[in-house]
């Protein structure tokens, strides 16, 4: 079946460290993979997404490769801001549209 | 344009209550989902819909019911809620291959 597995939290960075969370997929065929942010008391948001085999998803600084070969979805930011603090999943979606999520990460961002 | 709602933000009940948490989205998606979230759990599917008329289980589906009579509605019925359904949920929808809209959510506390 589909499965995400997400680096564990809670992660903490000083303001202008840089940030990766790693995620690892498991699935057949060719998923699309998801970034999600959850800020406190929030719903969770669209971060980016890539639907094929070297994409590049991006949005407010934050990137992410689809690496088939490695079947992983890192998220990577340059310099994190304290703005940044909120808990992040990992998903996909295979074939039809129920979306798979990690169990999340937290990161903290202190000035 | 609301988006996702889901009414109520909160509610408590008692043990072997009922109720229904209302979701609705404005988009004209025909894919809508329910998921809860759990500490350490991340997102786990309920229920999911396909279209007007059209349910299917997920991945956590015992203890509750959805209809979808119309495009723009999915409640989730609790026929009998237990403190193991103490939980956040979140209501999403999405026109198909694109990055799901989600609800900001219902905290519901079983006692």
């Known amino acids: 079946g589909n499965s995400v597995t997400q680096m564990e939290g809670p992660v903490t960075l000083s303001e202008e460290a840089f940030l990766t969370i790693n995620c690892t997929y498991t699935?057949?065929?060719?998923?699309?993979l998801f970034w999600y942010v959850q800020y406190p008391g929030e719903g969770l948001q669209l971060l980016l997404k890539?639907?094929?085999?070297?994409d590049k998803g991006s949005n407010k600084g934050f990137e992410a490769t689809y690496r088939k070969e490695t079947t992983s979805f890192h998220l990577e930011k340059g310099s994190v801001q304290v703005s940044d603090s909120a808990v992040y999943f990992c998903?996909?979606?295979?074939?039809?549209?129920?979306?798979?999520f990690g169990k999340g990460t937290s990161l903290l961002v202190t000035p | 344009n609301a988006g996702v709602t889901q009414t109520p933000k909160f509610q408590v009940l008692k043990t072997g209550q009922s109720m229904t948490l209302q979701c609705a989205q404005d988009?004209?998606?025909?894919?809508m989902s329910w998921y809860r979230q759990d500490p350490g759990m991340g997102l786990r599917l309920i229920h999911y819909?396909?279209?007007?008329?059209?349910?299917d289980q997920g991945e956590v589906p015992n203890g509750y019911n959805v209809s979808r009579s119309t495009t723009e509605d999915f409640p989730l019925r609790l026929l009998s809620a237990a403190p193991s359904q103490t939980s956040v949920y979140f209501c999403?929808?999405?026109?198909?291959?694109?990055?799901?809209?989600f609800g900001s959510g219902t905290r519901l506390t079983v006692v």
């Open positions: 999403a929808s999405t026109p198909g291959n694109y990055g799901y809209t």
């Open positions: 699935a057949t065929g060719y998923p699309s």
């Open positions: 890539a639907t094929k085999a070297d």
């Open positions: 998903a996909l979606k295979n074939s039809g549209y129920a979306l798979n």
């Open positions: 988009m004209n998606h025909e894919y």
């Open positions: 819909s396909v279209g007007a008329g059209i349910t």
